[in-house]
């Protein structure tokens, strides 16, 4: 059992910087959405996202790297919280692999740090822009029928009817090679001009997103596939994702 942190002495840890917070929750729920029924969503302030799926998803090289261009010292003390004290406890573990040698739990974790509704959580500004796999399926399914929007009181636009589009650079094949059913393709091209690169005029994009089923009231959903382009490749932006 690594060393915890009470949630009463996190606040002054983070104010004197005397430790990093890795939140290891997945993205979404740091970004602002509540997953697991919290009573808020978004992150503890100063926290930095390493969601735990990223160990295994990176490998301890690339798991380095991160670490390092995020600035956070080996020699620092690093304070694991999220939901669940298995979950930090095995994110603990990869920090021991990659040479940390200071690592403590958030005792309680952030269910902990929300049951006192003065601690303060910070969440994305538009975070509700930035859609989740299990959102994408609700919406699939039918039971996402409303997107709340941040800033308008009791505002709410109902999505009727959705565009879940793949997007990719002039590459049918990336489509063709696995999506998400439903979705239909966009290529990015419809979006420029061939010659100059530049946005195509506002008819010329109309006429296009139109013919895909767009129109100005349609909630349409973005996504593409991760991909590692490098310059050895004869065309490496279509393997942009």
């Given at each position: ?133 299990a959102w994408i399926k609700s919406l699939l399914d039918g039971k996402q029928t409303f997107s709340e929007q941040p800033g308008e ?89």
């Amino acid at each position: 059992m690594k060393q915890s942190v009470e949630t009463h002495e996190l606040s002054g840890l983070l104010t004197r910087n005397e430790v990093t917070l890795l939140d290891i929750r997945p993205s979404a729920a740091f970004n602002g959405w509540q997953l697991n029924g919290e009573t808020r969503g978004g992150h503890i302030p100063g926290a930095v996202s390493f969601p735990s799926a990223w160990f295994d998803d990176f490998g301890e090289e690339k798991a380095g790297e991160y670490f390092d261009n995020k600035d956070i010292a080996r020699d620092k003390t690093i304070v694991v919280t999220g939901d669940g004290v298995n979950d930090m406890e095995a994110a603990a573990g990869h920090l021991a692999a990659l040479g940390f040698d200071s690592i403590q739990i958030h005792d309680g974790g952030m269910q902990g740090w929300l049951e006192d509704p003065e601690r303060p959580v910070q969440a994305l500004p538009r975070f509700r822009n930035l859609v989740h796999p299990a959102w994408i399926k609700s919406l699939l399914d039918g039971k996402q029928t409303f997107s709340e929007q941040p800033g308008e009181p009791g505002g709410s636009r109902e999505i009727g009817k959705f565009v879940l589009a793949h997007v990719s650079f002039d590459n049918w094949g990336d489509y063709d090679a696995g999506h998400i059913p439903g979705a239909i393709w966009i290529d990015t091209l419809i979006l420029e001009d061939e010659n100059t690169w530049n946005r195509r005029t506002p008819a010329e994009l109309e006429e296009e997103l139109c013919a895909h089923g767009i129109t100005k009231n349609t909630c349409v959903v973005l996504y593409g596939r991760t991909a590692n382009p490098n310059m050895s490749q004869e065309q490496p932006g279509k393997e942009a994702g």
